[in-house]
């Protein structure tokens, strides 16, 4: 399925994104600063449309002045920006200190302590300025940049109606939209540093700044349970800080610099002690990527509106985590600290995707299957061939795009429906045909041939054969991918059943919803039809030059692919375009007369109704034993490789 091949040389890197990439990084930051300031709603929509509009521009624009392969530097040598950032740190160690003391949260206060002691020493020893600053940019860099500025540009500008209706429906909660979107924006913005950022001090920074926009927006409601759900995650995630502390002080003391691109470098010059600032950085991002045993947080944060959903807990904040693991990938090749980190993500993808299978909740599906990608994204890179890295990256891309359109579709089902189990979805192709066939879409970009998702599955796959202990990981892959079949197929099975009696409620949904979730639906076909020219452009040329060889799908199947996606959109479109007023029948019941809302006398005159609904299996996959069972596994594996990571350190 794959072939493995040097690629040509590549264009020169052209000098614009010396200003792009400080302008991704401080440009939404201003805006949610005049977010913050910005009085009216018709202000409130004009910002945020230009907004995202120029991000949008802007990170679509570096793709075609950044270097075919290899890395770029930008040094930055305004010497006070890295003390402003430390002291924002303090300030914001101070200000979850005071939200934990208010909501009686001591473990909270606890751990925020340790990390701003840790980040203290860390300042303190001054071993850490023997490297001047600077930002970077290569094609994975350019990948989540663009995964950032498009698809979270699009999910702002979804915000806008959302949260109008959010607000009429629940009239109970204070409306806080000011803060909403400033918080989105900066949000965005410390995402662009994270992903250009070389100064490992620079990458934590941002790095914090993601963990506290996603704790304030999870705690939007300010319900009880939304803040207990945002302290979990503040929890969690602070446990993957500390840990990140502790990387910045160890890698101080062996290489002072701070350099993220330089762990891999000790390497390959020799000094295995980099393994250990490596394992740190590895935790934080499992943490930060909600795998087992910390995925409690992710599945609490569905508490939060939809589009945060979609925007921190599905295609982008989640895959800061899963980015900093791919990044420090040829670091763990070969170790066995790399295999327990992708034994953890293996266990936590086929234990995920089997959760899924027993839950009815929309928005819960969604987000064990979110976590369960994210284990395979993991598996992939803590084995990190050369392959493998291919096939993560395919994963994140295609997950990324896929996702976000789902998540938002159920944002808008929910809001006209006036639920969001899957049971209430029945006939959703005949009351909502249009929200109908975009969810149809991204669910068959979750699992069906030819979609990319699945395809990055088959890589996978072929690739773990080779792999150390390969298969095991090819019995987890097969079975976890198995297993998503029947969740996908099940809730798709839902959306296009036929009711007799069906009312068309797609009516008064808004523009900047349709617009976002048009865009989504093309977004997701086009990576599909595209996905060979993403990979020679993109994939390839990094993992090119990190491995020195890369791979690609062989022509034969690329040639099948299209004709496959071909086939499976003649169905839903033509639905979806060529619909005619039709007489919609009851359904044959053997001979037995029925009425057009499905009663029907059965044996001994007794009146019966019809009715459809999935196998959840609840005893087979319960959400509690399976979650229970992961959380001791993965556990035991992350003490073993703390255990293993400890005697390289000592």
């Given at each position: 399925m794959?072939?493995?091949?040097?690629?040509?040389?590549?264009h020169p890197f052209e000098g614009e994104s010396l200003i792009t990439l400080p302008f991704l990084i401080l440009f939404p930051a201003a805006i949610a600063l005049i977010l913050l300031l910005v009085p009216g709603d018709s202000w409130r929509r004009l910002v945020v449309q230009a907004g995202a509009l120029i991000i949008g521009i802007a990170s679509f624009y570096l793709l075609f002045i950044t270097p075919g392969a290899g890395q770029e530097f930008f040094p930055v040598t305004v010497e006070w920006v890295t003390t402003l950032m430390f002291i924002a740190e303090m300030i914001i160690a101070v200000f979850l200190i005071y939200l934990g003391i208010k909501h009686r949260k001591y473990l909270a206060i606890f751990l925020v302590v340790a990390q701003a002691a840790l980040l203290l020493f860390f300042e303190s020893t001054g071993s850490h300025g023997a490297h001047v600053p600077d930002l970077f940019i290569d094609q994975l860099s350019l990948i989540m940049a663009l995964i950032i500025g498009i698809i979270g540009s699009l999910i702002c500008v979804y915000?806008?109606?959302?949260?109008?209706?959010?607000?009429?429906?629940?009239p109970d909660v204070k409306d806080r939209r000011r803060t909403f979107f400033f918080l989105v924006f900066i949000f965005l913005s410390s995402m662009f540093g994270l992903v250009f950022s070389n100064y490992l001090p620079w990458v934590f920074f941002f790095w914090e700044l993601t963990t506290l926009c996603s704790f304030l927006?999870?705690?939007?409601?300010?319900?009880?349970?939304?803040?207990?759900?945002?302290f979990l995650a503040l929890n969690m995630n602070l446990l993957g800080g500390i840990a990140f502390a502790g990387a910045l002080i160890y890698l101080a003391i062996i290489s002072p610099g701070g350099n993220l691109l330089a762990i891999s470098t000790l390497i390959q010059s020799g000094h295995a002690v980099a393994l250990v600032p490596a394992v740190l950085i590895a935790f934080a991002g499992i943490t930060k990527s909600a795998l087992m045993p910390f995925s409690a947080w992710l599945v609490g944060a569905m508490v939060a509106p939809t589009p945060v959903s979609a925007l921190l807990h599905s295609s982008t904040m989640v895959k800061a985590g899963v980015y900093i693991i791919v990044r420090l990938s040829p670091v763990m090749t070969g170790t066995m600290e790399g295999l327990i980190i992708a034994l953890v993500g293996g266990f936590t993808f086929l234990l995920a995707s089997a959760i899924a299978i027993s839950q009815s909740n929309a928005k819960k599906v969604l987000a064990y299957s979110t976590i369960a990608n994210l284990g395979l994204i993991v598996a992939c890179a803590g084995v990190g061939t050369y392959k493998l890295v291919w096939a993560a990256i395919m994963l994140i891309i295609f997950h990324a795009i896929a996702k976000s359109l789902l998540f938002l579709c159920v944002g808008t089902v929910e809001h006209r429906i006036g639920s969001r189990d899957i049971e209430d979805m029945t006939g959703l192709i005949v009351r909502m045909p249009r929200i109908g066939v975009m969810m149809l879409v991204g669910i068959?970009?979750?699992?069906?041939?030819?979609?990319?998702?699945?395809?990055?599955?088959?890589?996978?796959i072929e690739a773990f054969i080779d792999a150390p202990f390969g298969l095991l990981f090819v019995a987890i892959l097969a079975f976890g991918g198995s297993i998503t079949v029947f969740f996908w197929s099940?809730?798709?099975?839902?959306?296009?059943?036929?009711?007799?009696?069906?009312?068309?409620?797609?009516?008064?949904?808004?523009?900047?919803?349709?617009?976002?979730?048009?865009?989504l639906t093309a977004m997701t076909v086009f990576v599909c039809l595209a996905f060979p020219v993403i990979s020679s452009h993109l994939v390839e040329p990094f993992v090119l030059s990190v491995y020195g060889q890369t791979a690609r799908l062989s022509q034969d199947n690329i040639i099948i692919m299209a004709m496959m996606l071909f086939l499976l959109m003649i169905m839903p479109f033509s639905l979806l375009w060529f619909r005619k007023e039709k007489n919609i029948v009851p359904p044959y019941m053997a001979g037995r007369p029925a009425t057009p809302d499905l009663h029907f006398l059965g044996s001994m005159g007794v009146q019966r109704q019809v009715g459809l609904a999935n196998y959840y299996l609840e005893d087979v996959f319960g959400e509690r034993r399976l979650f229970m069972a992961g959380t001791a596994l993965c556990f035991g594996l992350i003490l073993l490789m703390g255990t293993l990571t400890a005697g390289v350190a000592l």
């Open positions: 794959i072939n493995n091949d040097k690629k040509p040389d590549f915000a806008l109606g959302y949260m109008a209706t959010f607000h009429q429906q629940h927006l999870i705690g939007y409601s300010g319900t009880g349970e939304a803040i207990n759900n945002s068959a970009g979750m699992f069906l041939a030819p979609f990319g998702m699945l395809i990055s599955k088959w890589a996978a099940k809730w798709m099975g839902k959306i296009i059943s036929v009711c007799p009696v069906a009312e068309l409620v797609e009516n008064r949904i808004s523009r900047e919803k349709w617009i976002v979730l048009s865009l």
